[in-house]
């Protein structure tokens, strides 16, 4: 639980730094590089894709897929969305074709999941902080904290007051009143960050009611998103997806919650 704590505190500073200190390409490289590395836990370590090519495969288009978010680049991502699912098509029936005997045609399909799905859900952190005309770079903080601040409230409140099991099967130290408490903290987290961006830097941001709704939805989608990961974990018959973060597993055992929220915020800003 230290290790937990210590490095969820050193992460969230150096979220912050990446957020406002730092230029914009190291964001855009960390959030590549934990792209690549979920479509390889999500693929490799449940060993939903055996093939080693298919799995490469599916790495180098989620690779490419973020890069096609770095701003320093001319590119347009709707061409970059068309080109890597032609890509992966071809690359994946290609390598099915050479390895029908061995590889089953739903590594195919998976493969798909891991190399765009994965990673476009992720990257909505990208294409919310790219979005300057809406405060970008200070509404992204309120998913992130919505879906830390539900996991952390869902996990301490769950160890306190939790008696009845949310899914037993899938996750089994989830309780519901952790999720209950894990939707209100993650609510709270939202509207703590609006205050501070409005009343201390006197900017724009989305108003109480929407935010409460975003941080409701969120953190709930948040919870969501949780469960699916553990579904998969528990479908492959592993605990964790990595160790990358002490205490805290893989990218995909530290981001389940957040990939879910972040793509609640990422359509609320497409329609304001």
């Known amino acids: 639980m230290k290790a937990r704590v210590l490095f969820g505190v050193f992460g969230f500073i150096f979220v912050l730094l990446a957020l406002y200190v730092f230029p914009p390409i190291v964001l855009e490289a960390v959030v590549a590089a934990l792209c690549v590395i979920a479509t390889c836990e999500v693929l490799g370590s449940t060993k ?3 093939n080693r090519l298919e799995l490469l495969l599916a790495m ?3 690779l490419g897929l973020a890069v096609g978010h770095f701003t320093v680049l001319p590119l347009d991502l709707t061409d970059v969305m068309q080109g890597l699912v032609l890509v992966m098509l071809v690359g994946s029936f ?3 074709l050479k390895f029908h005997d061995s590889m089953k045609v739903s590594q195919v399909a998976w493969g ?3 190399a765009l799905l994965v990673p476009y859900l992720l990257l909505s952190l990208l294409r919310i902080f790219q979005m300057h005309y809406h405060h970008g770079s200070f509404i992204v903080l309120l998913p992130l904290l919505a879906a830390w601040g539900a996991d952390t409230c869902a996990l301490f409140s769950g160890m306190l007051f939790g008696k009845h099991k949310l899914a037993p099967v899938v996750s089994p130290k989830k309780t519901v009143e952790g999720a209950i408490f894990g939707v209100i903290g993650g609510t ?4 703590a960050c609006r205050a501070v961006f409005v009343y201390v830097f006197h900017m724009q941001m989305p108003g109480i009611p929407a935010t409460i709704a975003l941080g409701l939805i969120g953190s709930a989608a948040g919870e969501i998103g ?3 990961a553990s579904l998969l974990k528990r479908h492959s018959g592993i605990k964790d997806y990595g160790h990358i973060f002490p205490g805290h597993g ?3 055992d530290r981001f389940d919650s957040v990939i879910f929220t972040l793509i609640v915020m990422y359509c609320y800003t497409l329609v304001l």
Do not use: P, Q, R, Y
């Open 48 to 50: 939903l894709v055996h």
């Open 60 to 62: 180098l288009v989620s």
């Open 94 to 96: 290609a390598i099915e």
């Open 112 to 114: 798909f999941f891991g």
């Open 188 to 191: 709270l987290a939202g509207l």
């Open 226 to 228: 949780d469960l699916s």
């Open 250 to 252: 893989g990218v995909m």
